[in-house]
């Protein structure tokens, strides 16, 4: 679900999740941010004539990731050693993405030091589509890949403008609200996750709306939400434009998605219905732990981050409810550099991984959303339920939201748009006490300078 992901989508802090329909979930919902390997070089460097085995009429295969992506930990790469003898799967990891991906990047201008396979964070996919593809095979043209396997949407974040498929979708985040039932209950709020999402169906205003009401009557020390800076992620990221339009050119002073998503954002900000935490600070963790607020806007992959932070204490308190509007927040692709050794082999180990049988177990085990729809009637996916969260019907929450999600025009700079907007503009409101005004100012400076405007 991070260019840095610590504040869009983190792949690391791992947490125990169950999904009582099917089986147990493994460790985090983050589709990943903790290492599952020693290998620190994370970008890779074995490509590039290092496999040892290959004089031996063997082949090793590596995978370049950022964290848990889940295929290790679900069992893919023995599955697929044992039906492919001679091939053994290396996963080269790197923590995060912020330190992952300019990695990349330099190997991919070096045209050495590349994993067979890498994989690619959706904050980056445009930049690796309008400046790397070249750099990358067509995976549109690959034996076993069929375009009508993913989302629309996600499909197109990895294409090229003449029809160049770089990246195949490993997961996504659509979106969903995780709430606590005991503090909604005490705030005279329904319980029920199915008249929880009828308070806000359709339109994020009566979200808001909502927290006004939670707000009247919040039990002492609570808060609504636990950010400002959620709300906006949320509402902005289910447009179809937000910082850039069809065309390329950035539009987020005029746009009136950021408009909407920002006038939100201040409303809760300024009306007190917000804890004013940064997203995956200590703090916010605290936060949770402490049960300082109510609801936050959930992507799937959130849910066992707030399992790991909220504890024991919190299970049977947490629920999830649909979002009033479809929206997603993260996701990854994988690519196969062209400077590879092994193009071939690798191609069709990156269509098996994303394929959606393959989709289903990683989801099963890791709990990272499926982008390949034939996944979601599948039972791993169609049947799971989360135990933790009072048994809410995670796989048809989220698969009802995934089907209906735009195509988000993602331009090169967005993740510093995005990061100037949160981390500077809605944070001098929220915890400076700057008017809405003084903070937009101060995030149009922001962007200004990362734009070299």
Known sequence: MRTTRKSNRPRGRTAAVALTAVAALGVSLLSGCSKDSDDAAGGGGT????????????????VGTFGVFGYKQAGLYEEYEKA???????????????????????????????????????????????TQAAKFEDLSKAAG????????????????????????????????????????????LPTDREAVGRLWAGDWQKYV????????????????????????????????????????????????AVKNAWNLAMEAATGKMTAKLKLFDKAWDQGFANAR?????????????????????????????????????????????SAGKHKEEAVELAAWLTAPEQQAKVFAKQ??????????????????????????????????AAKTIPTLV?????????????DVGILQVEQQGKSPEQGWAAAEKEIDNALDQ
């Open 209 to 256: 709306d909502t927290g006004e009401q939670y707000t009247r009557k919040a039990p002492k020390g609570t808060t609504f939400l636990d950010s400002a800076a959620g709300l906006y992620q949320a509402v902005s990221n289910g447009a179809a434009e937000r910082y850039y339009d069809s065309s390329g050119k950035v539009v987020y002073k005029t746009s009136p």
């Open 84 to 130: 492919h003898p001679g091939i053994t799967i290396k996963e080269n990891v790197i923590e995060r993405n912020d330190a992952y991906y300019p990695q990349l990047l330099t190997h991919l201008a070096a045209g050495s030091g590349l994993s067979d396979i890498q994989a690619i964070e959706v904050g980056n996919i445009n930049e690796i589509v309008t």
């Open 367 to 400: 709990a990272s959303f499926p982008s390949a729809p034939g996944a979601y009637d599948l039972p791993e996916v169609k049947d799971a339920k989360h135990e933790y969260f009072d048994d809410a019907p995670i796989g048809t929450i989220f698969a009802d």
């Open 145 to 188: 890949v069929e375009k009508s396997n993913f989302l629309d949407w996600k499909w197109a974040q990895a294409t090229t403008a003449d029809g160049k498929t770089v990246g195949l979708g490993t997961d996504i985040g659509p979106m969903a609200i995780c709430y606590r039932k005991d503090l909604f209950q005490k705030a005279g």
């Open 293 to 337: 607020f109510a609801s936050l806007p959930c992507p799937s992959w959130m849910l066992g981050y707030i399992q790991e932070k909220s504890g024991a204490a919190g299970k049977g308190n947490w629920d999830v409810a649909a979002a009033p509007k479809p929206a997603n927040w993260g996701g990854s692709f994988v690519g196969v550099p």
């Open 47 to 62: 490509s590039q004539g290092t496999d040892k085995s290959a004089d031996k009429g063997e082949l090793t295969l590596t």
């Open 410 to 422: 993602i331009g090169p700079k967005d993740q510093q748009i995005y990061t100037a907007i949160t």
